[in-house]
């Protein structure tokens, strides 16, 4: 549910980075992405995957470190649309290749899930 608010957040943003309607956006997307990784970093998925599947250690704490570079870049991305320092043209290059990391993290954390759904049912070893 947290990531289908993300990505209803997110598909405008990368297509209109247009006028001051686009630091109230960003504004709701870094909140909705910070309680996305507080929820994920509270309610444990990625701890419940590492205990199912210790293997999986590793990637689980590059997962989770990424969280706080995101977060930072989004706010970069923040700062640069409220300010005059980044025009239209940078701040939509700089979202989409925020859409590109986040899409990616998400790719690799639901791959752990499923690494450590398979280890749990019998699936690997």
């Known amino acids: 549910a947290a990531a289908e608010r993300l990505e209803k957040l997110t598909v405008p943003l990368a297509v209109a980075v ?14 909705n992405l910070d309680a996305h ?3 994920e970093e509270q309610l444990g998925f990625v701890a419940a995957a590492v205990d199912v599947a210790p ?32 025009s239209a043209g940078e701040v939509r290059d700089a979202f989409r290749c925020f859409l590109l990391d986040i899409g990616r993290h998400e790719d690799r954390e639901n791959r752990l899930i499923s690494d450590a759904l398979l280890d749990d049912i019998g699936g690997h070893g």
């Open 18 to 31: 247009e006028g001051n309607e686009i630091c109230g956006r960003i504004v709701r997307l870094e909140a």
């Open 55 to 86: 293997r999986l250690g590793r990637e689980a704490d590059s997962l989770v470190g990424e969280h706080d570079r995101l977060r930072e870049q989004i706010a970069q991305i923040r700062v640069g649309a409220a300010g005059s320092q980044w």
């Open 37 to 39: 990784f507080r929820l």
